[in-house]
């Protein structure tokens, strides 16, 4: 089996985040790993509406680290670190996950296909391909799942692993 003593849950705080943060959490439980969860920015970009506006980077940081700091791990008695990391999503997971030495990633991922996929990128799929240990990925459940809780000891049936 594969020993697992860091997992990397990056976040950018969706329902789908969410609900691989419940996995991340339960198998950083039964491993006795300790879990990573980081969250990536890009620069804040420039808006044109008669004249440009920029925004104001460090209120935009402060409020994204604020929301990682809040953000509540579902499961107790886990070691949890946090991140906040700026640059490129999938790059910084990579990176980070190199820095770490992590032996897992676990990751929500949209689902997006064709045209979607295409103008958005993935960045799961970069991550599945550049990463330096096993991901996996989970996708959003059907509304039906997502209004009961998932219990913590059950993975999910929809998941994708690449190693």
Do not use: W
Not at 27 to 55: F, S
Request: proline share 9%; with cysteine; hydrophobic share 40%.
């Amino acid at each position: 089996m594969l020993p697992i003593h860091t997992i990397l849950h990056p976040t950018d705080f969706s329902p789908c985040s969410a609900h691989a943060l419940h996995l991340a959490g339960a198998l950083a439980r039964d491993h006795g790993a300790r879990l990573v969860v980081l969250h990536t920015v890009m620069k804040p970009t420039a808006v044109y509406v008669e004249g440009v506006i920029l925004p104001e980077p460090e209120v935009y940081y402060q409020a994204e680290r604020e929301h990682l700091e809040r953000l509540e791990v579902p499961e107790t008695g886990i070691r949890v670190e946090r991140r906040f990391e700026e640059g490129d999503p999938a790059t910084e997971i990579v990176r980070v996950a190199r820095e770490i030495n992590a032996n897992l990633i676990v990751m929500g991922t949209h689902g997006r296909t064709g045209l979607s996929r295409l103008l958005m990128g993935s960045v799961a799929e970069h991550v599945m391909r550049q990463a330096p240990c096993p991901v996996l990925t989970l996708k959003t459940p059907s509304p039906e799942a997502e209004s009961a809780p998932m219990p913590s000891s059950v993975a999910p049936a929809r998941a994708a692993v690449m190693v």
